[in-house]
């Protein structure tokens, strides 16, 4: 095999496949990135199973053929190398010289005999949307999803019905919900997407807005096609749970609030919350007034924010990091939160419905 | 006590004091910064004991008073706070209260009865310099300190000589060295300053120009005195190394060289260097062309460079993170490289002697 590529083009194209390079395995031809230069266009390939990525470069194929190079040093030196042509050149036996300018890599190669290409899927359901909403939206639903749990709190739900697609993560504590509208109809798609999955695509995205992602959905596979490059994720096997009753919108307060000051608040109160402790965050929630107080070994803080109410008067009580999340990647000046009882989860959401953040409340007991 | 200061200024302050709070320590008294407003003015100080910190901060005194407060967590709350005046007050058992706009901060602190404030010392001897040349030499020649090996090695040397200053680092495989021209001559001054004080004084110096430091010299300490801050240190006791006849001026060889032409090639090399390998890297010396080689498990790469050369042809091995380090940290776009045969150091130094920088050199197999 014989290729010359400018060494920005090729490192790019590096630089997506890498996302799905497992870190650990005990397959060594995963841990390789494929170069297929066999017909007519030069494909960078890798895949550790359940996730797959693949990506056309430009470049020139001077001798046809198939290469497999170590994902880790290969990226390395076609980094370290200055700005101009690569030519990467194997040999029959795989041994693999790189050349830029007056540097010469040596290095030995696999054949690709052994690696897995990315399934074949059948390209019959598929949404389009932009990749500037779909790097948000991940953005915006990622980290509530379970670290190491129930298999199907680490995948997202993805469900298109009619003209929108609505999105679902959920951890135990806390629901994120959002609606996001389609430009056409589609059939009704309900599938569970895994978070890895959903992480590595966001980094590859350059979330420009007038570029576009189309989503393919098998029963097995959901695949993102965007630019020149396919990522190719296994779906998580399992029913979603059912939360439309959960998101109730009863409720016997009503705060509307600047999201800023609340944000910035929370987070000076949780200077107080020791690593692994699990100090609340108690809102006192007034007419007019928010008084939020912490309590802890360390010391204790309270605060005081103007607020609008309807409804009853409440002290109730969070985990700070949880409402921070939410907040975080909400992007209204200011929000409105809906609560029923100290027992109840605290919803926040807008009017049209764009987003739902529901939060279980903690205990705390009446001496905070 | 009763403080008020605003945010920006006692963020600042603090921020420099906590370069003295030691990370670990069985004395919780040093892990406060004291606050000392009992004589008019607003002192910041923290002190392992080893490396003591001091700097005065404006504000006003409403109740002039001595409190100490645990550093970290002090930091924190002060840098969460909003860009305005904060108010500090303790009461007779220091419990603490941090205000800022409508938040409200409580901890408890300690009296400052336990804390070591920082030694009187005589200003006898003391030279001056720019902030931004103590910076420089600094980040110049702490690299190549010995991190825990022999107690000396991890001091540099400052020797001062009528009108300049030799620092001096080395830890067995390299020596470090700069001259510092001296607006004054003072009297001939040798000591070794502990590589950790010059570490964390750098951080606080801002590196300006047209700012002075005045170094203190006693048998005991070395003292910075800048902008409004205090830095003293302990020096380390013992003779410190002979290296004058291993700075030899003699040399079979004499190598000028694009100094980023070299270090990109070797940053480039070192791809194939995995951690804890000892690798060298082959430099192949021969009239205008110097090829650098390197062998390894990972494989292999060559490249040339072009060079002006007087001397002998030689092949000399390095290891490439001694060459890049020294380096990085010379500003010269052209470089000198002084070699006089496999097994003896290499020098890079310039002309005028501004910086001599000596590499062992490392054994190699003739296959190489």
């Known amino acids: 095999m014989k290729l010359v590529c400018k060494k920005s083009i090729i490192l790019n194209g590096l630089q997506i496949v890498s996302k799905a390079v497992p870190v650990r395995t005990t397959f060594p031809i995963l841990e390789c990135i494929l170069i297929d230069a066999s017909k007519g266009e030069i494909k960078l390939i890798a895949n550790d199973t359940d996730l797959g990525i693949e990506t056309v470069i430009e470049g020139d194929i001077v001798e046809p053929g198939i290469l497999a190079l170590e994902a880790k040093i290969f990226v390395e030196m076609i980094r370290k190398l200055p700005e101009n042509d690569i030519t990467i050149v194997s040999d029959g036996n ?82 994120s919900l959002r609606n996001i509208a389609l430009k056409n109809s589609y059939d009704h798609i309900k599938v569970i997407v895994p978070g890895k999955a959903l992480n590595e695509i966001s980094k590859i995205l350059t979330g420009e807005a007038d570029k576009d992602v189309t989503i393919f959905f098998t029963d097995r596979h959901i695949m993102f096609e965007f630019d020149s490059t396919i990522v190719l994720s296994r779906l998580i096997e399992g029913e979603y749970f059912q939360i439309d009753n959960m998101l109730s919108k009863d409720y016997e307060s009503k705060i509307h609030i600047s999201k800023k000051e609340l944000y910035d608040c929370i987070d000076r109160a949780s200077l107080m919350v020791k690593e692994g402790d699990k100090k609340p965050i108690i809102l006192d929630v007034k007419d007019r007034n928010l008084e939020l107080m912490i309590n802890s070994v360390v010391g204790s803080m309270n605060e005081n924010i103007d607020i609008q109410k309807t409804g009853t008067d409440m002290k109730i009580g969070f ?33 049209d419905g764009s987003y739902v953040y529901l939060i279980l409340p903690v205990n705390f007991t009446v001496s905070n």
């Open 94 to 175: 795989y041994n693999t010289v790189i050349t830029c300018e007056k540097t010469k890599f040596n290095l030995l190669g696999k054949s690709g005999d052994d690696f897995s290409y990315l399934p074949k899927i059948e390209k019959k359901n598929n949404i389009v949307i932009s990749q500037f909403t779909l790097k948000e939206v991940i953005r915006q639903t990622i980290f509530s999803i379970a670290d190491n749990d129930n298999k199907i709190m680490m995948g997202e739900l993805f469900e298109v019905t009619d003209d929108h697609l609505k999105i679902v993560s959920l951890d135990g504590h806390r629901i």
């Open 319 to 351: 985990n700070p990091k949880f409402l921070m999340d939410a907040l975080k990647v909400i992007d209204d000046d200011e929000i409105d939160m809906y609560l029923i009882n100290p027992k109840s989860p605290c919803i926040i959401r807008d009017n």
